[in-house]
């Protein structure tokens, strides 16, 4: 069985209290209430002014990888938010969304904007069919200029 890591998150400000770890194996899920007796920093604080969003097994590894922390959850859209580390030539940026939705958020825009193009490419190649009617029928009524003599 895989279960992925539980982040628990304050209601009013979006700010990661916990983040249980992963488990593979035989394991048995824990519940909300087992998760606040079990971690220190939930026994500390009220069960309804806590939330959890529970995460896929393997979620966000690039984003881990690439040194980010999820610090924060968006409140709007239940999405992580990450804090990256800052490189010597880089200002500090506010978390921000994983680096994985980001990516699938371009996938998604590329895939539409291939749409948009090839839509494009069909109104193009109809345009041009018309203009070559057009030139034709304009050749039709004009005088055979070789053949006036």
């Given at each position: 069985?895989?279960?992925?890591?539980?982040v628990y998150?304050?209601?009013?400000?979006?700010?990661?209290?916990?983040?249980?770890?992963?488990y593979a194996?035989?394991?048995?899920?824990?519940?909300?209430?087992?998760?606040?007796k079990l971690?220190?920093?939930?026994?500390?604080?009220?069960?309804?002014?806590?939330?959890?969003?529970?995460?896929?097994?393997?979620?966000?590894?690039?984003?881990?990888?690439?040194?980010?922390?999820?610090?924060?959850?968006?409140?709007?859209?239940?999405?992580?938010?990450?804090?990256?580390?800052?490189?010597?030539?880089?200002?500090?940026?506010?978390?921000?969304?994983?680096?994985?939705?980001?990516?699938?958020?371009?996938?998604?825009?590329?895939?539409?904007?291939?749409?948009?193009?090839?839509?494009?490419?069909?109104?193009?190649?109809?345009?041009?069919?018309?203009?070559?009617?057009?030139?034709?029928?304009?050749?039709?009524?004009?005088?055979?200029?070789?053949?006036?003599?």
């Amino acid at each position: 069985m895989l279960i992925g890591s539980k982040v628990y998150y304050d209601v009013n400000s979006g700010n990661v209290i916990v983040i249980t770890p992963e488990y593979a194996g035989p394991v048995v899920e824990t519940t909300k209430e087992q998760d606040f007796k079990l971690y220190k920093a939930l026994t500390e604080k009220v069960l309804e002014e806590v939330d959890f969003i529970q995460l896929e097994h393997g979620a966000y590894m690039f984003d881990r990888f690439e040194g980010g922390e999820l610090v924060r959850i968006d409140l709007e859209t239940l999405e992580p938010l990450f804090l990256y580390p800052i490189k010597e030539d880089e200002e500090p940026i506010p978390p921000t969304f994983s680096l994985e939705s980001q990516i699938n958020d371009l996938k998604q825009r590329l895939a539409e904007s291939d749409v948009r193009n090839e839509k494009l490419a069909e109104e193009n190649t109809l345009n041009q069919l018309a203009l070559m009617e057009l030139h034709a029928l304009l050749l039709s009524t004009l005088p055979d200029v070789g053949n006036a003599e």
